[in-house]
């Protein structure tokens, strides 16, 4: 759900979209990189510390390339926190603990909107909307990233959404949907947390990606080459230049990512509603 393409087709639905996701942003990019600095803390090395970087001001983390990717393409990156790894207690354990300390942040807040969206699906709907048209009208295709109602509620476009699709019974079912509406207020909240679930989940899974300077560099390099390999930082730069190139040039990496995000989502999500009986 780029931006980007939202931009073209519906740039008043993106304004919107940009509302929502600005917060979502700010929140993931900031405790993304608080989790680098503060384990780097916990490791032995304080000058994330000492340069101001443990903090909750956006401003501090934010990298104009990166953000911007977050808004267009749902994935990105921030300002990386400074480290200097010969403060490690141990070199290879610590740089791999510090490394994924971003991304297992993310994952956390993830799973923890996944949860509220979830929770807050509940007092949303009414539960006779799920008894008739189970198939269309069910829990997993309203939260799936995937979902096709997904979709019409991210928007806030029932009618035109299912007319579109059903042509005049396209009504019918937008106002079964709307009949069956009890706390519209609390949308605004869930379309947050719809937000903040994928720019989370997106952030997660681009920085494990085993490209340098990301994380998934090191960890690939921490458990799988012992920390032999080193790569100077100009190399590293070269390298995040072709990587941007290719982002924007190309769809690979979105491809990818966004596979991978369908993927990690819709398993998340069927494992939560499993647990609470409502698969």
């Known amino acids: 759900m780029g931006i980007l393409s939202q931009l073209q087709s519906d740039p008043t639905g993106a304004l919107i979209a940009i509302l ?13 990189e608080l989790a680098h600095g503060y384990v780097a803390l916990k490791c032995g090395d304080p000058t994330a510390q000492m340069m101001g970087r443990l903090t909750f001001n956006p401003l501090k983390h934010l990298d104009p390339i990166g953000t911007l990717f977050m808004f267009l393409f749902g994935f990105g990156w921030a300002r990386p ?19 994924i300390a971003g991304v297992i942040m993310n994952f956390c807040l993830f799973v923890f909107s996944m949860l509220m969206m979830v929770l807050l699906n509940q007092f949303i709907w009414s ?29 806030n476009d ?25 706390s519209p207020a609390l ?6 947390f719809m937000n903040f679930s994928m720019v989370n989940l997106g952030l997660c899974l681009f920085n494990l990606l085993p490209i340098p300077p990301l994380d998934g560099y090191h960890v690939v390099n921490d458990i799988f080459i012992r920390g ?6 100009r190399f590293m730069n070269i390298i995040m230049i072709a990587l941007l190139v290719i982002c924007f040039a190309t769809n690979i990496v979105s491809t990818i990512v966004g596979k991978a995000i369908y993927f990690v989502q819709g398993g998340v999500l069927s494992a939560i509603l499993w647990i609470f009986g409502l698969g």
């Open 20 to 32: 929502y996701r600005m917060p979502a942003v700010l929140i993931a990019l900031t405790l993304h």
């Open 81 to 99: 926190v400074p480290v200097n790894s010969r403060n490690f207690k141990n070199f290879r354990r610590d740089d791999l603990l510090v490394s």
């Open 127 to 155: 539960p006779e909307l799920w008894q008739q048209w189970p198939e269309l009208f069910n829990r997993y295709d309203f939260l799936s990233f995937s979902g096709f109602n997904f979709n019409a509620i991210y928007s």
């Open 158 to 182: 029932y009618a035109a959404f299912y007319q579109q699709y059903f042509g005049e019974y396209g009504f019918v079912f937008s106002d079964h949907l709307t009949a069956n509406l009890r």
């Open 187 to 192: 949308l605004y909240l869930q379309r947050f």
């Open 228 to 233: 032999r390999l080193h790569i100077p930082q």
